[in-house]
């Protein structure tokens, strides 16, 4: 599996750097299960490195639904990248994407350096400095989207691209009060959501010791985005706004 896995790692590096769309590794290799994904996913983000940074950590596929829908048994956990990151009010160029979504999502900011699992959401809230608000905008342009799988979403670095953060807000006690959002464009409500902000900590933990396993080290000021909340609706041009209520608020333009 060595060999399908530099190759695979070689099929994701030119289809990022032409443009091309994300091809769909478990079809023309079906013997990639999800721990060869992950070690696809490792490979592929070691390369990107090499002129790049790490920004922290997103997941991917947190809804029961989502993961029955790509063959998945849990989430999908992947790497964010700092030429990713945009701050203020960014206008995005929706013309660098192939297939470009909104994802309103939790980030939790890291206050201290991580290099293994974390046993306890207690000891999470430790080395957690802060949350904000955060919309992900992921690259979903894959060759065939109705035969898309998890095993692809892992290996391809679960389509990272660029991300807006909003303002750091000091980490409430556990319990909390309900989170709810409103994700809008152009004065037209596109998707809200409410729940527990409790919930995206399970997720933001369980993020942390997924990829541990993986060796990643978390340091200081890195993010993690917890998953989507609400619906994720496509990137068409217009003004945005995603209110989180208590967590403040993110405008951003597509153009």
Not at 42 to 61: I, P
Not at 206 to 228: D, P, R, S, Y
Request: charged share 20%.
């Amino acid at each position: 599996m060595r060999r399908e896995i530099s190759e695979m790692v070689a099929h994701l590096l030119t289809a990022h750097q032409s443009g091309q769309p994300t091809p769909l590794l478990s079809h023309h290799y079906p013997d990639l299960d999800v721990k060869a994904a992950y070690e696809v996913q490792q490979a592929y983000v070691r390369r990107r490195l090499a002129h790049d940074r790490m920004a922290g950590l997103k997941a991917g596929l947190t809804s029961e639904a989502g993961q029955k829908r790509m063959g998945m048994e849990a989430p999908v956990a992947a790497v964010l990248l700092a030429s990713g990151r945009r701050d203020g009010q960014p206008v995005i160029d929706r013309s660098v994407f192939r297939r470009l979504q909104v994802e309103t999502e939790v980030g939790f900011v890291m206050g201290h350096s991580v290099s293994h699992a974390i046993p306890s959401m207690a000891k999470l809230r430790e080395v957690v400095r802060a949350i904000m608000p955060a919309i992900e905008l992921p690259e979903l342009g894959f060759a065939d989207r109705t035969k898309l799988t998890g095993r692809d979403l892992v290996a391809a670095n679960g389509g990272a691209a660029q991300f807006i953060v909003g303002p750091e807000t000091p980490a409430p006690p556990a319990g909390g009060d309900p989170l709810a959002m409103t994700l809008a464009s152009d004065g037209h409500v596109l998707s809200q959501w409410r729940g527990a902000l409790e919930d995206q900590w399970k997720v933001a933990l369980w993020l942390v010791n997924t990829m541990a396993e993986q060796g990643c080290v978390l340091e200081a000021g890195h993010i993690l985005i917890a998953g989507a909340l609400g619906q994720d609706v496509p990137g068409d041009p217009g003004r945005y706004v995603a209110d989180f209520g208590q967590l403040g608020s993110i405008s951003f333009e597509i153009r």
